[in-house]
């Protein structure tokens, strides 16, 4: 069993809609939280960076997480063409330099 | 500022040749890292080196040597190449390990091993 289990989509939503992919994940050590965006033939740029529990926002992205479940969410409001992507999410356990990612949810906004 | 650049883009190696991938960054971060990124599998880590002068063995080292040449550059190497090595390479840093370890990407290599 995969430490971070990702839904590798397609997800298909029109533009404007509330966007929601998740990760959930194994091992109880991981403390910080990450969502990278992935354009096709591109590196990962990082999004949203948390330690611990709880939500942060940045615009149209929020970025949740719940340690009692082993479960992260990246919610993006308001969604754009520009949002087609794919999204991987990655943690890392304190004192650890390596992170662990998911496979990655591939977007589609469709205009 | 480039961030972390990669040479080559691409790449056509047949079973057996040797070649060396090369990676820089200019943001003067100590940390840096090589991964692997395959259908369904996500990045996978390779190796990293924590500082100048140190390496590390990752997920998945087998078939690759890495040398850390001064603190920009970090190269990957693969001494005999083989078909299940195919796949896009990246190249990350960071400042440090500790809170703030965020990882910047450079735009890959896509090796294709015949």
């Known amino acids: 069993q995969k430490e971070v289990e990702q839904d590798p989509g397609p997800l298909s939503v029109p533009e404007g809609a509330i966007v929601s992919l998740n990760c959930t994940y194994s091992n109880s050590a991981f403390q910080y939280f990450m969502w990278y965006r992935q354009y096709s033939r591109k590196g990962p740029e990082l999004l949203m960076y948390?330690?611990?529990?709880g939500n942060k926002e940045d615009g149209r992205f929020t970025a949740q997480v719940d340690k009692s479940s082993k479960y992260i969410s990246l919610f993006i409001r308001d969604s754009q063409p520009s949002d087609s992507a794919t999204y991987l999410c990655?943690?890392?356990?304190?004192?650890?330099?390596?992170?662990?990612f998911g496979s990655g949810t591939r977007l589609q906004v469709q205009p | 500022n480039a961030g972390v650049t990669q040479t080559p883009k691409f790449q056509v190696l047949k079973t057996g040749q040797s070649m060396t991938l090369q990676c820089a960054q200019d943001?003067?971060?100590?940390?840096m890292y090589w991964y692997r990124q395959d259908p369904g599998m996500g990045l996978r880590l390779i190796y990293y080196?924590?500082?100048?002068?140190?390496?590390d063995k990752g997920e998945v080292p087998n078939g690759y040597n890495v040398s850390r040449l001064n603190k920009r550059e970090f190269s990957l190497r693969l001494e005999s190449a083989a078909p299940s090595q195919t796949s896009v390479y990246f190249c990350a840093s960071s400042r440090s390990s500790g809170e703030n370890n965020e990882q910047f990407f450079g735009p890959g290599t896509r090796l294709t091993v015949l």
């Open positions: 943001m003067n971060h100590n940390s």
């Open positions: 990655a943690m890392r356990g304190t004192g650890r330099r390596a992170l662990t």
């Open positions: 948390t330690y611990s529990s």
């Open positions: 080196s924590a500082s100048e002068g140190t390496t």
